[in-house]
């Protein structure tokens, strides 16, 4: 019996119990340099981060926040592709992609991420793809899909007085047209 005790301890304490995520402390001192305002030390620390781990979702998506946040907007569209690329069916980084599409020009791109969203089930999300979507509608001169996208939005968050205020003065500047 102490013979297979001994051997069964061999072999268990031989096996790696658990992996240790070394990226997340840099992850966690990114975020930290965010909070503080240091984009450059997040820049850093995020950098490492996806170095230790490049098949992290989340190290991507980080990095891709701080690259657009210090005005690197076309290197952060390349990390953010390939988070997307990922996880197709993450309805938040569908919206941060989304948006710095949106920022780069790319419309039709960012449109699709704002559909993405809007079709992920998840309200908070939904909410915001319907604001994205009716700013985009508008900028575009598509008022009445702008309303459109207002009215949703105020059925995902009904009596909002910002979604009131916005829709009274969205119909309000179609019917001077």
Not at 21 to 48: K, M, V
Not at 63 to 68: C, E, I, K, Y
Not at 81 to 106: H, I, S, T, V
Request: charged letters at 30%; aromatic letters at 12%.
């Amino acid at each position: 019996m102490a013979v297979v005790a001994v051997l069964f301890f061999a072999f268990i304490s031989g096996k790696e119990m658990f992996r240790v995520n070394r990226s997340a402390t840099y992850t966690f001192l990114g975020n930290h340099y965010i909070g503080e305002g240091r984009e450059d030390r997040a820049l850093e620390a995020f950098s490492e981060a996806l170095r230790l781990d490049p098949d992290s979702v989340e190290n991507r998506i980080n990095f891709a926040r701080v690259l657009s946040r210090t005005g690197e907007k076309e290197r952060a569209r390349e990390y953010y592709e390939l988070a997307w690329e990922a996880a197709p069916d993450f309805p938040r980084l569908a919206l941060e992609y989304g948006y710095l599409l949106d920022e780069l020009g790319m419309r039709t791109e960012a449109r699709t991420m704002y559909n993405q969203a809007w079709n992920s089930g998840r309200r908070r999300e939904m909410f915001v793809a319907c604001k994205l979507l009716s700013r985009m509608a508008y900028a575009e001169g598509r008022g009445d899909e702008a309303i459109m996208w207002i009215r949703k939005a105020l059925e995902i968050v009904p009596g909002d007085e910002e979604l009131l205020k916005l829709l009274q003065s969205l119909e309000g500047s179609q019917a001077r047209r």
